[in-house]
């Protein structure tokens, strides 16, 4: 979908939600990771308070997040940040699968406190391309490792 595709999709619907039912699922289990294979459900634009980690195995798609708009496909990593706007649209592939990662943003600067006693600085990392969101082309090696660490997660 292209960038003028999706503001006319998004325009004619300038509302959006607070997803609410993440924000009270955080607060109980401040780290959940969810394999998808089923289209996408979210028809509004939403923001939650937590960070989400957007992985693409398979399928295409954009998302956008604030004023911005990424290609997803498989290998994209999309972050967004606590608060931030944001909808994924799925191109025409039938299939779509991806990895959605959510992390409470206090249990996050918990983590950080700790960290900061290493060279990890976790902030600089989600900050690192754009203060609302950050877009990332993994590589295969990196996309089977972070696949792996997803998949663990997830049955955790």
Not at 5 to 14: D, G, H, K, R, S
Not at 46 to 71: A, C, F, K, M, W
């Amino acid at each position: 979908m292209s960038e003028k595709q999706v503001e006319q999709t998004v325009q004619p619907t300038v509302s959006y939600a607070i997803d609410n039912v993440t924000n009270h699922f955080l607060a109980d289990y401040p780290v959940h990771c969810e394999f998808r294979t089923i289209p996408l459900e979210q028809r509004m634009l939403h923001s939650h308070n937590g960070y989400e980690i957007y992985l693409v195995l398979q399928g295409t798609g954009s998302y956008l997040v604030g004023d911005r708009v990424y290609p997803l496909h498989a290998g994209s990593l999309t972050i967004i940040h606590p608060n931030v706007i944001h909808r994924p649209f799925h191109g025409h592939s039938k299939e779509f699968h991806r990895y959605v990662l959510s992390i409470n943003e206090s249990y996050l600067e918990q983590l950080n406190a700790i960290c900061q006693l290493s060279d990890l600085s976790i902030p600089r990392l989600l900050t690192e391309r754009h203060p609302d969101s950050s877009h990332y082309f993994l590589s295969t090696q990196q996309l089977d490792r972070v696949q792996t660490i997803l998949a663990e997660l997830t049955q955790s």
